[in-house]
């Protein structure tokens, strides 16, 4: 095979505009970059302006010192930085150089369904040695991505950002402007991974529970309770363990395509406030990132303006995007640190003062365990049933501040302004809209979360694809997540998030859709409501304009990402007028958590879990918006 | 089988081809397809037929048309058949000093070909120098299985047996009903039902369990029992309970599919099954200590 390797001048040639900050980015990387990788994957240079071009290609790219033939867009891993303009008609034309069919996905992006993308949903797919043009009118703005939806391909390298300006001001300021895209490289083929998890679906989990760890249980909890919890399980035949299917025995994980070892590093002067634009590239990983020494202002999620949170730590799940402020003051290093949800990996980059530094690497955090809430069952249940007490088995549920996140918010004093302003508008909107009538009685900005009570399963078990049910399922928007709860950290809560402004569509959805989560670690299936996408005749039927509910129920043991195209969901988590906007939701263990979708864009669309190998089993389902 | 699928998508693809010309307007939406079974993560290579049907399409309309699984590629490859092969037990069992018989060897294969639901299974185990009478012990399973209770598989299919004792070959072949699966507390289990060309009905049930010193350091705990309705004397079975095994196999994942170990094996024999070995004049209780690779792919 031949691989073409791409120099640095024909890199340079392709690039259409350079930003200022992105041409000093280029400068600081140009060195370490050129002698870690083949490639470059550190640079932030963007394609701008009317038309851009986009070439798939296999390239080689080396890790670590480890070098293998990887799918890439531009020749970059990550491709290349895509910077458009909100109101702009944009052209992107993408050939397809590689022996096979391929795709470009563009993630969070309202689009006609036919340049969204998708292989067998939206269009046929860019046949080997085609161009395909994508063309729509930018209607939105903020941070997202692209990506293949073609197969593995994602995974072996082709992701990238992608950048929209508004047109009105932000309403936050920044000096500087990174994007920190997480991702996960393995140098196995997406196949070997998932086939190798179809033969034992604990194959890459080397953080099981062995005879060390149950002595020190023993130790901890006494004899008799350590057996009983541990036959608990076993007769259960689930694993406590089971965080990441794929863990960091294969992956490395990558922050702008380089390794912990490559560092990648941003500069920063005194006094700047610093915007990241954190998306996660991963096809499998979940990352806890947290800057120690800094505190993070979320000020978007998946693209779209929320009214600041200030954080230590955020849980990603793949496929979203937070942007986030910080404002570095000391003259040292800041190590980015994004720890694998497994607990298994990491990856970090660090915010310098000065080129050549490099931070602390923080103590790495043990893997935690689920507990009988991860399985959805009632607390009295866990109890009887020898549930361990140690901190992991413990969820905090932290008290929800009805007056909302006002009181968390530090620095930034336009943010706190331009939320005040929100608020009040959004309050009077507000009232002209009809309510849930008496529960907000007594509290006006927050609304009642659908599954805020647990609600007990029906008798459809889901078939033999599906592994357990979740007897009672809640929701669990206001918990921190597995492995976060006793940190001391403020992370990120579902039930932060407020939207800036109102959405214009207030309504009340008027039809509720209740889709199960379901799947089968032992077999390494996934499904929704126990059928995988092949075993589904009938697509997921949406009327155009309505505005619905949908309801994921999670009956699995594990958190997942569930991805919509085409429309927003709209995260139900009680704040009323302001619901959050996001793209891709994560659903934890035993979770009931809501949406409301407002059924604007008819077509076909691709609804899925974004676990790269759980969609590729079957997690995936078309939603079709009609008329009928 | 692959060439049957291939002419069978071509025929897919021609007759919605067909409905495309007939509608004209690029839509094929009543075609029910099945999807390509032959799937792998690698995205799927495209054919001529779907360039065509490509070239119509309509997207600008505000229902674009959605074109069936058998048109375009599916988005996804979920019913993508993989071949499984374990080699649970491949193993050298050394003559105990003392004690009479051999040196000898032993295997237990199986795997599987197929997807989620319906799988080829293949099982095979042997031995030299057995318990029994036998020089040679073969055995060898071909059945069809289905994933029908969230943790088990039907299985339906024949097995062939030979021994060799003295030079001279006995066959005989049997019809086999089992199941196979997990059962709770996290044990394999597997139950076989075999009746004889003669319609002499026998049994085996098989448990296994991994318990794990660390990660990659693991004791295996097997046990094995056979039995028998009717005495088939030229097989050394007697009738009802035939013999336990119970096998203690540590082992060392260097890879999770490639893992030496050691052990030992404890095998009995019982009622008229023990009589008969020791008449062949074997040992009706054997204790060996095994050495071997436990591989899967």
New interface residues.
């Given amino acids: 095979m031949k691989y073409e390797l791409l120099s640095r001048h024909s890199l340079l040639n392709r690039v259409v505009a350079l930003s200022l900050l992105a041409a000093v980015e280029l400068l600081v990387h140009a060195a370490d970059a050129l002698t870690n990788t083949t490639l470059d994957p550190s640079s932030q240079t963007a394609l701008s302006g009317d038309v851009i071009d986009l070439t798939i290609s296999e390239q080689l790219f080396s890790l670590d010192g480890r070098t293998a033939p990887a799918l890439t867009i531009n020749g970059m891993i990550p491709g290349p930085v895509i910077r458009l303009k909100e109101g702009q008609q944009a052209t992107l034309r993408v050939t397809n150089r590689l022996k096979?069919?391929?795709?470009i996905h563009w993630h969070g992006l309202l689009l006609?369904?036919?340049?969204d993308g998708?292989?067998?949903?939206?269009?046929?797919?860019i046949?080997?040695g085609t161009t395909f043009t994508y063309q729509f009118p930018v209607r939105q703005s903020g941070t997202y991505w692209f990506h293949s939806?073609?197969?593995?391909?994602e995974m072996q390298g082709m992701y990238a950002p992608m950048i929209i300006d508004p047109i009105e001001p932000e309403p936050f300021q920044y000096e500087r402007d990174y994007v920190v895209m997480l991702s996960d490289w393995s140098f196995e083929?997406?196949?070997t991974l998932?086939?190798?998890l179809?033969?034992?679906g604990g194959?890459y989990n080397?953080?099981?529970?062995?005879?060390?760890e149950f002595f020190a249980d023993v130790k901890r909890i006494g004899l008799w309770p350590a057996i009983q919890n541990y036959?608990m399980w076993?007769?259960?035949?689930m694993d406590p363990t089971d965080f990441a299917d794929v863990t960091g025995y294969t992956f490395t994980y990558l922050m702008n395509g380089l390794s912990p070892v490559g560092n990648w590093t941003g500069l920063f002067r005194h006094g700047d406030r610093v915007r990241l634009r954190l998306i996660n590239a991963a096809s499998m990983t979940f990352f806890d990132l947290r800057i120690p020494g800094l505190k993070m202002t979320v000020v978007q999620a998946d693209g779209q303006n929320v009214q600041p949170v200030v954080v230590d730590e955020l849980r990603m799940g793949v496929a979203e995007t937070y942007d986030v402020i910080v404002e570095p003051v000391e003259d040292r290093a800041y190590t980015i640190f994004a720890e694998t949800m497994d607990r298994s990996g990491y990856t970090r980059g660090t915010l310098v003062p000065r080129p050549g530094m490099s931070g602390e690497i923080p103590d790495r955090r043990t893997r935690p365990l689920r507990t009988m809430e991860d399985m959805g069952m009632s607390m009295e249940e866990g109890m009887d049933m020898g549930d361990m007490k140690d901190p992991h088995a413990h969820t905090t549920i932290p008290a929800m501040d009805p007056s909302g996140n006002t009181a968390n918010v530090k620095g930034g004093d336009a943010n706190q302004k331009s939320q005040h302003t929100e608020h009040g508008s959004g309050l009077q909107h507000r009232q002209d809209m009809p309510d849930i009538p008496a529960v907000d009685a007594g509290e006006p900005r927050r609304s009642k979360i659908p599954g805020a009570e647990p609600v007990k399963h029906g008798p459809d078990d889901h078939g033999?694809?599906?592994?357990m049910v979740a007897e009672f399922s809640q929701n669990r928007m206001g918990e921190p997540g597995r492995g976060l709860e006793s940190s001391g950290r403020r992370v990120l809560l579902y039930t932060d998030l407020r939207s800036l402004a109102p959405y214009p569509d207030q309504r009340e959805p008027e039809r509720e859709i209740e889709i199960h989560l379901t799947g089968?670690m032992?077999?390494y299936?996934w499904s929704f409501d126990g059928k995988?996408?092949?075993e589904a005749?009938e697509?997921i039927h949406i009327r155009y304009g309505e505005r619905v509910r949908l309801t994921f129920v999670n009956d699995t043991m594990m958190e997942h990402p569930l991805h919509l195209h085409g429309m927003w969901m709209h995260l139900e988590n009680g704040t009323r007028a302001y619901l959050p906007r996001k793209h891709t939701v994560i659903v934890k263990p035993a979770e009931r958590l809501s949406v409301a979708v407002t059924a604007d864009a008819?077509?076909?669309w691709?609804f899925?879990c974004h676990l790269l190998l759980h969609?590729?089993?079957?997690m995936?389902r078309?939603v079709?918006v009609?008329?009928q | 089988m692959n060439g049957t699928g291939a002419s069978l998508r071509f025929s897919v693809s021609l007759f919605a081809m067909t409905l495309t010309l007939l509608s004209g307007e690029g839509m094929a939406t009543t075609v029910?397809a099945g999807?390509s079974s032959s799937g792998?993560?690698?995205?799927?290579?495209?054919s001529t037929e779907?360039?065509k049907?490509?070239d119509g399409?309509a997207?600008?309309g505000?229902?674009?048309p959605?074109?069936s699984?058998g048109v375009?590629?599916?988005?996804?490859?979920?019913?993508a058949h993989?071949l499984?092969t374990l080699v649970d037990v491949l193993e050298y069992r050394p003559r105990i000093g003392g004690s009479q018989g051999n040196d000898d060897y032993r295997w237990d294969v199986e795997g599987w070909y197929g997807g989620?639901?319906n799988r080829l299974w293949f099982k095979s185990e042997g031995q030299r120098d057995t318990a029994f009478k036998a020089d040679y012990d073969v055995d060898f399973q071909l059945l069809y299985g289905r994933?029908?209770?969230?943790?088990y598989d039907l299985q339906m299919g024949g097995r062939v047996e030979t021994q060799s004792f003295k030079g001279s070959n006995v066959t005989r072949s049997l019809g086999v009903i089992g199941i196979e699966g997990?059962v709770?507390?996290?044990y394999e289990f597997e139950s076989s039902l075999f009746i004889d060309q003669n319609g002499a009905l026998s049994a085996r049930l098989s448990f296994n369990k991994d318990?794990?010193?660390?990660?990659?350091l693991i004791v295996q705990t097997r046990f094995e029992t056979n039995a028998a309705v009717q005495r088939v004397e030229k097989f050394s079975t007697g009738s009802g309970l035939n013999n336990l095994e119970l096998g203690f196999r540590l082992r060392y994942e260097i890879r999770?599919g490639f893992a030496p170990y050691v052990g030992i094996s404890l095998d009995r024999s019982f009622g008229e099954t023990a009589t008969l070995v020791r008449e062949e004049g074997g040992n009706p209780s054997q204790i060996r200590f095994v050495a071997g690779v436990r591989m899967?792919f």
Wanted: net charge positive; hydrophobic share 35%; glycine share 6%.
């Fill in positions: 096979e069919r391929s795709s006609p369904p036919a340049v998708v292989p067998g949903v939206s269009f046929a797919g046949e080997a939806h073609s197969g593995g391909q083929s997406p196949e998932l086939s190798n179809k033969k034992q194959y080397f953080q099981k529970r062995a005879a060390g036959l076993d007769q259960m035949r033999p694809g599906n592994q089968h032992e077999r299936m995988k996408y092949s005749r697509p008819p077509g076909h691709a899925h969609m590729e089993a079957g995936f078309v079709e009609s008329e | 029910i999807q792998s993560l690698k995205a799927p290579i495209a779907i360039e049907v490509e399409k997207a600008a505000v229902f674009p959605f074109a699984p375009w590629p599916p988005p996804v490859h979920d019913q993989r499984f989620d639901y994933f029908i209770q969230k943790y997990l709770p507390y996290n318990m794990l010193l660390t990660q990659r999770r899967w």
